[in-house]
Every structure is written in structure tokens, then in C-alpha cells.
């Protein structure tokens, strides 16, 4: 089973409560953990054996990329970037899924090249630590704010 089509699962039944906006080729949801502030993922909206952006129809493809760059701006101008990071790697769940990250300096700490490189230098742990889950409140608070640039962009 992938863990990404049982979240969509979710959100169809108005039981996820990090989903944010239906867009016409995903949906927008804040990632469990908040260690990089304003983390985000845009999931696509169909599995099936589409797991290579190259399986997309040419259409499709380029509708999923306008509006992944779109999420990207919603989220930078919500959270305060100082520079976007957009993953798409699937290597937990093949599921086609970008890994949105607002970046601002000495988020990786030392880690990396003296506290410069990409998220996954920064420990696991860390990363996924328990501490970093937004409460409820702030969970609702960054929904309302991503969704009102999400609407003022699309
Ligand atoms: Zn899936």
C-alpha cells in the first residue's frame, strides 16, 4: 500500500487535517514535520504505473509542473524564504510527489559544507523529530496562510 494514495484517501473523506487546496493535478498539504518552517508537499492526484515525470502526457506534465512552481511561490511568500527547495525523489513511496522547502540560512545548522547543502544533510532524527509537528493551532494557522496566497495566485 502507498502511504501518499492513503493521505488522498483521507483528504476525500474531510479527514486530513494538513490538506490545504485541491489544485487540478494535486493536492497541497503541510508536511508533518516543521523543522524547515513552511514545508510543504504537492502530491499527484493519480498513481497507478505513473511514477516518472517523463509518464505523464505532455499536457499533464506541464500542468503538474506550472502548478507545483505555483505552490512553491504560495509557500515562499507564506513562510518567508529565503530561497526555495523542490524535490521530487520517491524513493519511500514511488507515488509522483514534491518535497517543498522554504530555506533561509543556518537551517541545516554545521551540518552539510559548514551549514550549506540540501535538507538531507541535516539528521533524521532531527528532521523528523516529534518536536517539530505543529500543534493544531499553528497546523490551522499555516493552512489559513498558505490558502489565502494559494488564492490569491491561481
Ligand atoms: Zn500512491
Same mark, same amino acid.
Given at each position: 500500500m502507498c502511504l501518499i494514495c492513503d493521505r488522498i484517501e483521507m483528504i476525500k473523506k474531510g479527514e486530513n487535517p494538513y490538506f490545504v487546496k485541491e489544485l487540478e493535478t494535486g493536492y497541497v498539504v503541510i508536511g508533518d514535520n516543521q523543522h524547515f518552517y513552511g514545508y510543504t508537499l504537492f502530491l499527484y492526484k493519480n498513481h497507478e504505473n505513473k511514477t516518472e515525470l517523463f509518464h505523464l502526457q505532455s499536457d499533464e506534465k506541464m500542468k503538474f509542473l506550472e502548478e507545483m512552481s505555483i505552490v512553491a511561490e504560495a509557500v515562499s511568500k507564506s513562510f518567508g524564504a529565503e530561497k526555495m527547495n523542490y524535490e521530487l525523489l520517491g524513493?519511500? +513511496?514511488?507515488?509522483l510527489h514534491w518535497h517543498l522547502y522554504p530555506r533561509r540560512s543556518g +537551517?541545516?545548522?554545521?551540518?552539510?559544507n559548514n551549514g550549506k547543502g540540501p535538507v538531507w544533510w541535516y539528521p533524521m532524527d532531527k528532521m523528523y523529530s516529534d518536536e517539530n509537528r505543529p500543534t493544531g493551532n499553528e497546523l490551522e494557522e499555516m493552512r489559513r496562510k498558505l490558502l489565502s496566497e494559494l488564492d490569491k495566485l491561481i
Open positions: 524513493m519511500g +513511496d514511488a507515488h +537551517d541545516i545548522e554545521n551540518y552539510g
